[in-house]
């Protein structure tokens, strides 16, 4: 005997509950079956009561109509009746946020699932009503921003529908033909650019972003043909869909013509992300992305490198050991401790770039791109240097360096640590240095420049640092580090040049620099110093030009070198001007006080007190054997292995979650926000079906306000992040897209429905859209 299947009431329940996501994506959902009404006009109106949608299209012509389309979900839709539409599930997500009614032509239909549960009252009225209008009432009041929110995110997702959409009095929609495209087919609009996401519209609605690893480029596809998605529009169903493949095989020439136009010398992240995956999965030419392509980002300054430069500086230079930084925060430091060259850091973008979550699974990338590379080489007979890629590099733990790393400052002794050579030139520089300084200060001075005597100046001195450049008390002193100084011998000119800047920068600190930032009145401070002292500053580098020479010439050395060309070059012009009747290009110097002064020798008592205070702040400690602790610092096997679990279990720890909230709600028929929202959660884990229900009604948690776990444990992500300002988690230069009332939660809500798993991202795509 033959006997048809049946649905159970709770697949209509999760129809309704399950599949409902943001109110946005409800809208859209109501706005995409007018469309599939051939509306042409559809008005929106969203206040934080709640919502009406009208429109001209068909609407529903009897009442077989509403029972066979309206009061029963899953109906397929004939091929070529819809433009959206395939089993009529949409309209389910509106009935999970808010009571309804609909009236089209003779028939009037109220659902409200709080009520009357997962049925409907139909009626018929005298009054035709053309088209369809939905009216309906929130079961919670929105507040202001979650208004803002889901308007915004209307906005996002329905820029390039057919019919015209009117949200709150404004024409929200575009007509892509009256746009300029990159190219246009039968299939699609195409428009690329150099990075970003592709946004890909179904016929003029969002459907999601790809990512820019995806395509190597970002860019913008909007569908002239219907799109195969699966049943909740989120993805695309790229291996099986036909208008897929003709989209996606010419925006993707796109993408390559792009990025082949940049060159060489300007690669962007998602050509980076793309090369990293295309060595993950074993994709491409192996062989030039391995070689040329700069999926590597190495501390210190941000320097993108390729694979095989970074196994090859691992190998000969840092003894097969490296290290990755996991978090933003420890850049700074991180920076610090590779320019003292102690081993080689990585970036932590690279392991956003190759989408893993911990120095483990890193090394467990490149295990497996050193298979795929041999693999790749050995197929095309292409010679690699396996030594380079087998050769099996270690982890180091970067919390043992940073435990070890402390600051050490120390003043020291010219002579001591510089040749004569290197003397000569410094001890020319560090008179002019002082001088400037005053100049800089606006102390008094002689008509012919010099500063006062009696006014207090900075002392010049030499230091050692492994984590400055230069640095100041404030009051007595402004230090350089030897290993700056130490490269006047070789590159006089440009050297000193840098040290005449760093000295501008430590004085507009007017204060200790050594734990001090770089507030708004630093910057003006050194912005006004750099742009009004610009004349001085040459004067003093050419009274050190002249210092310096004169003391070579003094002692009869061979006119030969830098700093001697220099100060030659600047005679023969002046000397050629003024036999022209014109001025020198520079004042000559070679006999102003500054030149000829005597510079007197440094003072150990200053410089035995300055390093007793430095000693007492804890500033001068031993330097650390760095051989030894980044040796017994190195990832063992058990260390991977640990920390490779350690993300299995969290991973399984999170599915669990996610799996007892749906279960939860399942049971109690609400939403997850509602879940969420209420703290409930910690009371309801894991708990049987009677008392979950029986919890629902008492509601514990409500008085038990004091429970800390409860709370972290019960809010989501989004709930704690309510109150925090969107101004800290936004890059300053999309601040200025920021609307009034929204929040963090509010935005990372829109970018998940418009596709970003970030908000900067998200605003940048935004403000495009807008222009």
């Not at 399950?18 to 007018?34: P, R, T, V």
């Not at 006009?41 to 009897?62: H, N, P, Q, V, Y």
């Not at 139909?122 to 919670?140: A, F, M, N, R, T």
């Not at 004169?550 to 002046?574: C, H, M, P, Q, T």
Request: glycine share 6%; aromatic share 10%.
């Amino acid at each position: 005997m033959l006997l048809p299947f049946e649905l159970d009431t709770q697949i209509i329940h999760h129809i309704i509950y399950n599949q409902a996501g943001s109110i946005g994506k409800a809208i859209i959902e109501l706005i995409m079956n007018s469309v599939d009404a051939n509306a042409k006009s559809i008005k929106l109106k969203m206040t934080r009561e709640g919502f009406s949608c009208s429109d001209d299209g068909l609407g529903f012509a009897s009442r077989e109509d509403v029972l066979r389309y309206f009061g029963r979900f899953g109906t397929p839709h004939i091929e070529g009746d819809a433009t959206y539409g395939r089993f009529r599930l949409g309209r389910g997500q509106i009935m999970a946020h808010a009571s309804t009614t609909w009236i089209s032509n003779h028939h009037q239909m109220i659902v409200d699932t709080k009520e009357m549960g997962y049925n409907y009252e139909l009626d018929e009225i005298e009054e035709v009503q053309p088209g369809c209008h939905i009216s309906g009432k929130w079961y919670e009041a929105l507040t202001e921003s979650e208004l803002l929110s889901s308007i915004q995110e209307v906005r996002d997702l329905i820029r390039y529908t057919p019919a015209t959409v009117e949200l709150n009095g404004r024409i929200l929609t575009r007509d892509p033909s009256q746009e300029k495209w990159d190219y246009e087919d039968e299939y699609a609009y195409y428009r690329v650019k150099v990075e970003g996401a592709v946004s890909i519209y179904n016929q003029g609605v969002l459907i999601r972003h790809d990512a820019s690893h995806i395509w190597g480029a970002g860019g913008l596809i909007v569908s002239k043909k219907a799109i195969g998605l699966n049943v909740s529009r989120t993805e695309i169903l790229r291996k099986t869909c036909s208008v897929w493949k003709v989209i996606a095989k010419q925006f993707g020439q796109m993408a390559d013509d792009i990025s082949s136009k940049l060159g060489d010398h300007r690669k962007t992240e998602a050509r980076r992300e793309k090369s990293a995956r295309s060595l993950l999965a074993g994709e491409g030419d192996l062989f030039k992305i391995f070689n040329h392509e700069e999926v590597i980002t190495i501390l210190p300054g941000s320097r993108h490198v390729t694979l095989s430069y970074l196994l090859h500086r691992v190998r000969c230079e840092y003894n097969k050991k490296f290290c990755i930084v996991e978090n933003h925060m420890d850049i700074p430091k991180a920076e610090t401790m590779a320019k003292a060259k102690i081993t080689m850091f990585v970036h932590p973008r690279t392991m956003e770039r190759f989408g893993v979550y911990s120095p483990a699974q890193f090394l467990e990338c490149l295990e497996q791109i050193a298979e795929n590379y041999l693999i790749y080489c050995q197929h095309k007979a292409t010679y690699v240097v396996k030594n380079i890629i087998e050769f099996g590099p270690e982890l180091v733990n970067y919390a043992a360096l940073k435990d070890a790393f402390v600051e050490r400052i120390q003043i020291i002794q010219e002579k001591e640590h510089l040749d004569h050579e290197t003397r000569r030139v410094w001890t020319a520089l560090r008179w002019c240095l002082q001088q400037y300084a005053g100049a800089c200060l606006q102390k008094r001075r002689y008509k012919n420049g010099r500063i006062a005597y009696g006014e207090h100046m900075y002392s010049i001195l030499l230091g050692q640092s492994n984590t400055a450049e230069a640095w100041t008390d404030g009051e007595n002193y402004i230090a350089f580090n030897v290993n700056i100084v130490k490269k006047l011998k070789g590159d006089p000119m440009k050297t000193a040049a840098y040290l005449f800047s760093l000295l501008e920068h430590e004085v507009s600190h007017q204060g200790d620099s050594l734990d001090a930032g770089h507030d708004e009145a630093f910057y003006q401070r050194y912005h006004d110093i750099s742009l009004e002292m610009s004349s001085e500053r040459q004067r003093y580098m050419h009274m050190w030009l002249y210092k310096y020479t004169s003391s070579l010439e003094n002692e009869g050395k061979k006119a030969s070198g830098f700093a001697w060309r220099e100060r030659l070059l600047i005679d023969r012009v002046g000397n050629g001007r003024e036999k022209k009747g014109l001025s020198r290009p520079i004042e000559d110097v070679s006999q102003d006080p500054i030149v000829l002064a005597h510079v007197p020798e440094q003072d150990p008592v200053l410089i035995n007190s300055i390093n007793a205070s430095l000693y007492a702040a804890g500033l001068c400690p031993e330097e650390p054997n760095w051989r030894e602790i980044v040796k017994q610092s190195t990832y063992s096997e058990e260390q991977k292995k640990y920390e490779l679990n350690q993300h299995a279990e969290y991973d399984e720890y999170e599915i669990h979650f996610q799996q007892e909230r749906e279960r939860i709600v399942q049971i109690l028929g609400i939403t997850i926000t509602e879940l969420n929202s209420s703290r409930a959660f910690g009371y309801l884990l894991e708990e049987e079906e009677d008392v979950i229900r029986e919890l629902w009604k008492e509601k514990p948690w409500e008085e038990d306000v004091d429970t800390d776990w409860f709370s972290i444990l019960n809010e989501s992500e989004d709930t704690q992040e309510v109150e925090q300002d969107p101004r800290e988690v936004v890059d300053e230069q999309y601040r200025y897209l920021l609307q009034p009332g929204e929040t963090v939660w509010s935005l990372e809500r829109n970018a998940a429905a418009a596709g970003f798993y970030n908000i900067n991202n998200y605003l940048q795509w935004r403000a495009e859209s807008i222009q």
